[in-house]
Each structure stands twice: as C-alpha cells, then as structure tokens.
C-alpha cells in the first residue's frame, strides 16, 4: 500500500501544471490553477447590492451552464464569487468545516460539483495545481506604499479563503465515498506539504486555517484507530490549536 500511495504522488506532480481535466487547460501563474470553461460572472458592483440574499442570487451559476460546465472548471467559477472572504460569510463558529458548510448549499456550483462522480478526481487535481510561488512578492510587502500594502493585505485574505474552501471539500461526504484508502493518505501527504510550504514562505498574517482539521476529518472517515481513539469523546471533531501537534503526528503516521 505505501508503495502505491508514492507512485501515484510522483504521477501526480509530474504532471503538475499540465493536467488537461474534460480538455481544459490548466493556467497556474496564479496561485490557484484555471479552467479554460471558468465561469465569468457578470460585472456586478457588490456595493450596490442590498442584502446577502440579492449578493448570493448575483452568482448563481445559469442552468445551461451549470450542467456543461466541467467538474473542475465548477470549482474555479465557485472560488471566483467575489469578496468570497467577505462579511457575507462571516459566522461565530472557529470550525472552517461548519463556516465552509454553512456556505456550500447557498451556490448551486457547489451543490452541482458534489454531485458529480468526478468530484474527487478533479479535486485532487485542483489542490496539486495550487503554487504558492506568487506569494514570493508578500515578503516585499513591507517596502509598499501603503495603498499597495492595503491591496495586497486583502488579497491575502481572499487567498487565505479561498484555500479554505478547497481543503474543506475534501471532509464532504459525498467527496469522501469517491476516495480509496490510498488516496485519503494522498491528500494529507498534499494538505501536510502545504503547511510546510506556508511555513517556509514566513508571511506575516498568511496561515492554512483549515488543514489540520481536514486531515482530522479524513483520517476519522478512514477509520484510522489512533485518531478514533483521539477523538472517542469528540464527536463533532471539535478541533482547536491545542490539537494540531497531535494531528499532524497522525498524519504523518497515517501516510505511511
């Protein structure tokens, strides 16, 4: 089993920056990758929207396009949703999981993505694609005028959401029944080099918010004993900072 969860890795990053998913092609100079079939939304000024209702009918996608649009492509036009690091989806809850959850059934891309038998695949695809290189310029930011420092903070931010809401699609169940053994271990091996990456990457304010509890969640759907039995009291995987030395532990455990 280790050996096939190595070779399907190396597969992977050899082929990063050049997956073509239902012929799309692949645009990594961002940080998040893009789909030739990306959604545009309409150009909408949010100010003048009145409520959170009116912002969220603004990006529903349209039926025609909701069902020729390609899997991954139904990811980007969702992480595209403008000011998705808004107040508009603001919650009390520290979880990432409930907050994420709280807004996935409010877009049909998302409700439409969870129902497609290649929801996992191309999700993989999606988070192997994700390049933190075009962070480099944020440990400049300090030499910015401010305007550009002002700017770029908010980017920030947005991008800090914005990997939330894909880490926490890998905790959907119906993403979770579509994933072997081996390719639960793949993507906690992926979620753990990220948060090696961020950490060398030393950006004041950038942090992976939802990585520790994903890999909780993965390794709990999985049945693996040591965190069953981390968490026999907690059903709700109630996950705290106190927790993340211990997960990360397991998951380090869990991949191999």
Known sequence: MKNRVIVIFFLIMLCKCSIEPDGN???????????ADKFLYPIVSVLDLESPEEYINVF???DEVLKNISTFGLICSFLDI???SSSYYASSASSSVIRCNRVYPTYN????FLERKDAAKSLILFFDAICFDCLEKQKKINKMVLEDQIYEAG??????????FV????????????????????VVRMLLLNIEKIQE???DGFIDPAAIEVMAHIMYNSNYNPVVEY??????????????????????????
Do not use: G
Not at 155 to 164: E, H, M, Y
């Open 167 to 186: 880490e926490v699609l890998f905790t959907q169940q119906k993403v979770l029944v579509q994933l072997s053994y081996e390719e639960k271990q793949l």
């Open 231 to 256: 968490f026999s009291d907690n059903t709700h995987l109630d996950i705290n900072a106190n927790h993340s030395k211990k997960i990360i532990t397991f998951a380090k455990q869990f991949i191999h």
């Open 109 to 112: 891309s998302i409700i439409e």
């Open 155 to 164: 980017k920030r931010l947005t991008l800090i959401a914005q990997l939330a």
């Open 60 to 62: 529903q996608l349209p």
């Open 82 to 84: 403008p000011m998705i």
């Open 25 to 35: 092609k692949i645009n990594s100079v961002e940080c998040f990758p893009e789909a």
């Open 201 to 203: 990457l030393k950006i």
